[in-house]
């Protein structure tokens, strides 16, 4: 194996996630080697050509964003008080952004942190003989709970402990579970409006508040995890057996169910005993501490199964883990390599680009979404990297590179993955959107991930836009669907992809970096100027070849027995 091929497999899909191997079932995985033409495109001359337009426009498009946001810009005294003393070459780094900065400061105390809570837990385990690790989860989480919010942490249990009581006193299943979403759908709107409420004591409300202060940042992925616990046990609950059998035998059959493997998919609706859906292991899922800030997130079904039932073979794959690591260090390095270079998030914080050219706002835009989408990826692999070495295998968040998306459907499949699977979970697939009701369920499923985010009228735009956007692109794959063997189809894929990449830049760029003054700025000049047009033109050009080198990729991914579908 060559020096190239040690690369590719180094940032392959299957390094990142065994979900992400061909399937273990012979016929599965030959089928979806059929699916696709068995000849590499690489080699053709086709390829070629796109291979050189990519080695000329990337080198190009980090120029054009270097030009657009460094001293040379003649913007750069409107920004330059965003900027740091850096340590990459003796340049400024751009640490503006208030969420990433909170996170590299804090790196370093993060790592002590990780090292402090496997290592406790390898020294506590057959020190007081702790029979189940969710006995440890408990005790450690609630430590944590404190020291990351303190006093503030009591709102938390409120919240908590009101969730687990509708879970067990509502006697309707249907009921207990719509009072999980109207409360929990109201938690958010209670937390933005009362978040300081006093407690009624002046050292509940000036006494210690935690390494984070602001506890309802963080609770929203608390809710995640309350309303999948009460939506597990009252299906557990409610769902009878499935054929009447002797106690016994029906005890031995579900203890032998729950000790074998469960692929992924088995795991949402393990067969885990009622016994198990109790107060301890309640708390010891919300307050795990590897997945506690920001995920990824797991099912309260599948946590259980894992931490007292069967740890997967993922886990104590060491030299997967380590590759694992070695990715995540790499992503830093890019990431720290963009913040010290390009100053591309103090720009848009400051709205410093008057006279810059289409090309070079636009360059403002990729750049800051790639910013985005490292500054979300480098904590979610950190925490799932502590999760692996704890013994606990989460979903990989993100299987993608933010620039590898050609699809509005498949991005949300790749981007914050354990969240797309939680929503199908227990929003889309419930309110019938795989089967009827999919332009209704996917209103419902982005009108909850807007509100979720952020209580903005500008998300909540975001996500009806994203809807929007979703129409033609489903419509057109059921139009075009019959002529997938003909010679022009992957041409006319490629002509859509080129649309539904400008529509997804749009609809992130307004919603999470230029707003609404850098969208209509970028949108003024690429057409009311010749320079803009010519830009338009030439950069859909490059998004074409683009597409066409990402279909390729996934068709090299199924020639190896991988689908992921996004």
Not at 19 to 34: E, H, K, W
Not at 72 to 88: D, E, I, K, M, V
Not at 461 to 466: D, H, I, K, T
Not at 475 to 498: H, I, N, S
């Amino acid at each position: 194996m060559g020096f190239l091929d040690h690369v590719l497999e180094f940032f392959s899909l299957e390094t990142l996630d065994t979900r992400l191997l061909p399937p273990a079932n012979a016929t599965r995985r030959q089928a979806v080697i059929n699916s696709v033409n068995h000849r590499s495109r690489w080699s053709t001359l086709e390829f070629k050509f796109y291979i050189l337009v990519f080695a000329v426009v990337v080198p190009l498009m980090y120029k054009t964003a270097m030009d657009a946001s460094n001293e040379t810009n003649p913007n750069y005294p409107r920004f330059a008080h965003l900027l740091s003393q850096g340590w990459l070459f003796g340049r400024k780094v751009d640490n503006s952004d208030q969420q990433y900065r909170f996170f590299r400061d804090n790196l370093f105390l993060l790592a002590g942190l990780i090292v402090l809570h496997c290592s406790l837990r390898r020294i506590a385990t057959p020190l007081l003989r702790i029979s189940k690790r969710t006995w440890f989860d408990f005790g450690f989480g609630i430590l944590f709970l404190f020291a990351a919010h303190g006093f503030n942490s009591l709102r938390i249990v409120a919240h908590v402990l009101t969730n687990y009581a509708i879970g067990r006193y509502i006697p309707s299943r249907n009921g207990a579970v719509a009072t999980t979403w109207v409360y929990g759908i109201s938690t958010l709107f209670i937390n933005d409006r009362f978040r300081n409420l006093s407690l009624g004591s002046s050292l509940l409300n000036d006494g210690f508040m935690g390494i984070i202060p602001r506890w309802d940042v963080f609770f929203n992925f608390t809710l995640l995890r309350m309303i999948s616990y009460n939506v597990d046990y009252l299906e557990k609950l409610h769902t009878p057996p499935a054929s009447p059998k002797k106690e016994d035998d029906s005890k031995e059959e579900a203890s032998s169910n729950i000790l074998s493997f469960l692929d992924d998919r088995s795991r949402l609706t393990a067969p885990i005993p009622l016994a198990d859906y109790n107060l301890i292991n309640y708390f010891a899922y919300l307050t795990y501490t590897p997945l506690f800030i920001a995920g990824p997130i797991v099912t309260f079904n599948d946590y259980i199964y894992q931490s007292n039932y069967y740890q997967l073979p993922s886990v104590k794959d060491y030299k997967r883990t380590l590759i694992y690591f070695a990715r995540l260090v790499f992503c830093i390095l890019v990431m720290e390599f963009l913040l010290h270079f390009m100053y591309v998030v103090a720009v848009s914080k400051t709205k410093a680009w008057d006279g810059d050219t289409p090309f070079q706002i636009s360059m403002l835009g990729l750049f800051n979404l790639a910013i985005i989408w490292l500054k979300l990826l480098i904590p979610w692999r950190l925490f799932r990297f502590w999760s692996l070495l704890d013994g606990i295998d989460p979903p990989e968040n993100m299987i993608r590179c933010v620039g590898d998306n050609y699809s509005a459907v498949a991005f949300w499949r790749a981007w914050h993955r354990s969240y797309n699977r939680w929503v199908v979970r227990y929003i889309y697939v419930p309110l019938g959107g795989s089967r009827k009701n999919r332009i209704v369920a996917n209103l419902c499923v982005f009108s909850f991930v807007a509100v979720w985010h952020d209580i903005q009228l500008k998300l909540l735009m975001w996500g009806w836009m994203v809807v929007l956007f979703l129409l033609p692109e489903i419509a057109a794959t059921m139009y075009f669907k019959p002529y997938q063997d003909e010679w022009w189809f992957r041409y006319a894929c490629g002509l859509g992809a080129v649309c539904n990449i400008w529509m997804m830049m749009l609809a992130n760029l307004f919603g999470f970096c230029l707003g609404k003054d850098g969208v209509a700025a970028l949108l003024r000049e690429m057409f009311s100027t010749v320079s803009g047009i010519e830009f338009f033109v030439l950069s859909s050009g490059a998004l074409f070849v683009g597409s066409q080198v990402m279909f390729e990729l996934r068709e090299s991914e199924k020639r190896k027995g991988i689908d992921v579908k996004c």
